[in-house]
């Protein structure tokens, strides 16, 4: 079992309508169908919501997804509408709310991998293959890949894994139109965010973006983009394959989860212990450092 190790209670904001809370976004809907996204400080970890939060990373996520979003506009419309929190909205919405164009997804994962590191790595130590994508022989943790491969997995509700799937199933489920499409966009995107990253002395080793379909029929890029939650991000002095890379994300927390200090058993059922502060600091470090980097400035955490 996994999910949430605290539920959270949603807030109630007098003219919206809650639809959906999510691993780290509250979704509501607004009297004329827009859909507004909250970005809360919340953080998961092998499926499971943990019940220390990470204090400005909503914060973070959204000023930084924004900032992508222009930077990708000449690629891919986006859903963003407005940053601006709804009349009646609690303060502590400013800098973590986008309105948005509702949408209908499209329930892909659209990953690409620049670098063989994680689930990746895995299938290839087993197949030399990831998602079906022949690679070649001797690469290693961290190794970078002479092309970009897209890579994508079928989108998990939350306590579920998502599920690596081969180019050629998103095609029997959707249309070979819409992979094709989804594909091109991914790639193209991903090759735009690693150019601007690596100026900026960091590596995208890899990331996952998410489209949908607006009321006019306009496919466009959603939910978040090139964020230390969807992506991987190393820094390029001390990228050294053969090796775990050092990363401006949640890699943290995930290694203190598994270590013996924790206590905790992954495969136990017991939702995971809360975070020691030094954890939470190094991480919320680690997210202000890729921020910093990135954009040239400081986020806005009120």
């Known amino acids: 079992m996994s999910g949430f190790a605290v539920p959270p209670e949603p807030v109630r904001v007098p003219g919206l309508t809650h639809l959906h809370t999510g691993k780290v976004r509250d979704l509501y809907a607004t009297a004329g169908g827009d859909i507004v996204m909250v970005a809360s400080d919340r953080v998961s970890a092998y499926d499971w919501?943990?019940?220390?939060?990470?204090?400005?990373?909503?914060?973070?996520?959204?000023?930084?997804?924004?900032?992508?979003?222009?930077r990708l506009a000449d690629l891919t419309g986006n859903h963003v509408l407005s940053d601006q929190p709804p009349a009646g909205a609690p303060a502590d919405w400013a800098g973590?709310?986008?309105?948005?164009?509702?949408?209908?997804?499209?329930?892909?994962?659209?990953?690409?991998?620049?670098?063989?590191?994680?689930?990746?790595?895995?299938?290839?130590?087993?197949?030399?293959?990831?998602?079906?994508?022949g690679l070649p022989p001797g690469l290693t943790d961290g190794s970078r890949l002479a092309e970009p491969v897209f890579t994508p997995a079928t989108k998990a509700e939350v306590g579920d894994h998502d599920e690596n799937v081969s180019y050629g199933t998103v095609a029997a489920r959707h249309g070979e139109d819409v992979a094709a499409e989804l594909r091109r966009r991914s790639l193209a995107c991903y090759r735009r965010g690693r150019e601007i990253a690596e100026e900026r002395g960091i590596l995208l080793a890899d990331t996952k973006?998410?489209?949908?379909?607006?009321?006019?029929?306009?496919?466009?890029?959603?939910?978040?983009?090139?964020?230390?939650?969807?992506?991987?991000?190393?820094?390029?002095?001390?990228?050294?394959?053969?090796?775990?890379?050092?990363?401006?994300?949640?890699?943290?927390?995930?290694?203190?989860?598994?270590?013996?200090?924790?206590?905790?058993?992954?495969?136990?059922g017991d939702p995971p212990p809360p975070l020691p502060e030094d954890v939470v600091e190094r991480t919320r470090s680690a997210y202000v450092d890729a921020f910093e980097r990135l954009t040239g400035r400081a986020p806005e955490l009120g």
């Open 96 to 133: 973590r709310t986008m309105v948005c164009r509702d949408l209908s997804m499209v329930p892909v994962e659209c990953v690409v991998r620049g670098y063989l590191t994680g689930s990746g790595l895995a299938e290839y130590s087993r197949t030399g293959t990831v998602c079906g994508v």
């Open 209 to 268: 973006f998410e489209f949908g379909y607006a009321p006019d029929g306009e496919l466009v890029l959603a939910d978040e983009v090139f964020t230390p939650d969807s992506s991987r991000f190393w820094p390029a002095e001390t990228w050294r394959p053969g090796r775990p890379q050092p990363s401006f994300d949640k890699q943290l927390i995930r290694d203190w989860l598994t270590s013996p200090e924790s206590g905790w058993d992954r495969d136990g």
């Open 49 to 70: 919501v943990l019940p220390t939060e990470i204090p400005g990373k909503g914060a973070i996520l959204t000023q930084l997804s924004l900032w992508w979003f222009e």
